[in-house]
C-alpha cells in the first residue's frame, strides 16, 4: 500500500514555469535522500512530461508527492492536462513515434528512466500521467 | 531576455552554459551559434554542459542538431564536461548523442579540436 507522506501541486503554464519545476522536484528528492542518477533519472523524466503538457495541451497541472511503501520512500509525480488527449497510447509509448517534430523519446524515454510509469486518456478530455520513482528503484 | 554567451577564441567558439535551460533559451542558442559560425567562420565548436544537471530530449536533439548545422557550415562541434548521470540517464533514455564529439573536460575537448584542425591542415598539404 502507498502512503502519502507530503504533497504539493503546481500549476504549468509557461516554459519557465518548468525550470521552476525541476528545481521543486529535486528539492524533494534530495530532501528523501534519493541519489545523484536516481535524482537525475526522476527530473530528466519529469521534464520530458512536463514538455509534452506544455506543447500539447498549452499546460496543466502537477501533483509533486513524497509516497512510501512499506521501507520504501519514493516521489510521485501526476501531471493532468486537459488537452486534446491521447487516441492510440500503445502506438505514443513506442519509440521515435512522434506527431510533432521531436524524436519520439519523451513518453517511452520517461517510462524506462522511472520505477512505475502509468498513463490514462480521454480523446477531447485530456491525459493524465502518472510516475513514481522509488528512493532505491 | 536571458541569453548564453558565446566567447570566440582563435578559430574556435566556446559556449559555457551555466543555467538551467528552458526550450526557448535553447533554441536561441541553436540559432545564435550557426550564425556566429557564419559570421567568425569558426572551425571548431566548444560547448561545456558541466553545469547542467539534466539532458532531456529536447537538449540532446538541439545538441545533435548544432552539431549537423555546424558540420555542413565546415565547423567541427564537441560537447564537454557531461556529468556521469546525466550520461546514465541519456543513454536510458535512448538518446546516443551521435553527430558531435565529446570529451571529458574543456581541455581534452580543446585538444581534440586542435587536434582535427591539425589533420586537415596536413591533408591539405598532401594534396595541395
Do not use: C
Not at chain 1, 513524497?66 to 486537459?82: A, Y
Not at chain 2, 556566429?36 to 561545456?48: C, E, F, P, R, Y
Amino acid at each position: 500500500m502507498i502512503v502519502v507522506l507530503n504533497k504539493e501541486n503546481m500549476l504549468i503554464v509557461k516554459e519557465q514555469d518548468v525550470v521552476l519545476f525541476r528545481n521543486r522536484v529535486k528539492e524533494y528528492a534530495v530532501k528523501i535522500g534519493m541519489g545523484l542518477v536516481n535524482q537525475t533519472k526522476l527530473i530528466t523524466a519529469a521534464s520530458e512530461l512536463v514538455r509534452n503538457m506544455i506543447k500539447y495541451a498549452s499546460g496543466g497541472s502537477i501533483l509533486i508527492e513524497v509516497v512510501s511503501k512499506g521501507r520504501e520512500n519514493g516521489i510521485r509525480l501526476t501531471f493532468r492536462d486537459q488537452g486534446p488527449g491521447i487516441p492510440n497510447i500503445p502506438q505514443a509509448m513506442k519509440d521515435g513515434f512522434t506527431t510533432g517534430k521531436s524524436l519520439g523519446l519523451g513518453l517511452p524515454g520517461a517510462k524506462r528512466l522511472v520505477s512505475e510509469f502509468d498513463i490514462k486518456s480521454i480523446v477531447g478530455e485530456g491525459t493524465t500521467v502518472s510516475i513514481i520513482k522509488w528512493k532505491n528503484g | 531576455m536571458d541569453k548564453i554567451p558565446i566567447l570566440r577564441m582563435g578559430r574556435f567558439l566556446l559556449v559555457t552554459i551555466q543555467v538551467d535551460l528552458y526550450d526557448r533559451l535553447a533554441l536561441n542558442l541553436e540559432s545564435d551559434l550557426v550564425q556566429m559560425v557564419s559570421k567568425t567562420g569558426a572551425s571548431g565548436v566548444l560547448i561545456d554542459i558541466s553545469a547542467l544537471s539534466i539532458v532531456d530530449s529536447f537538449m540532446g536533439r538541439i545538441l545533435g542538431n548544432i552539431g549537423s548545422m555546424s558540420k555542413i557550415m565546415d565547423a567541427e562541434t564537441v560537447v564537454v564536461g557531461m556529468q556521469p548521470a546525466v550520461a546514465i540517464t541519456l543513454i536510458e533514455l535512448g538518446l546516443e548523442l551521435k553527430g558531435v564529439h565529446t570529451a571529458l573536460n574543456v581541455e581534452k575537448g580543446m585538444q581534440l579540436l586542435q587536434n582535427k584542425m591539425g589533420l586537415i591542415a596536413e591533408n591539405e598539404e598532401e594534396t595541395g
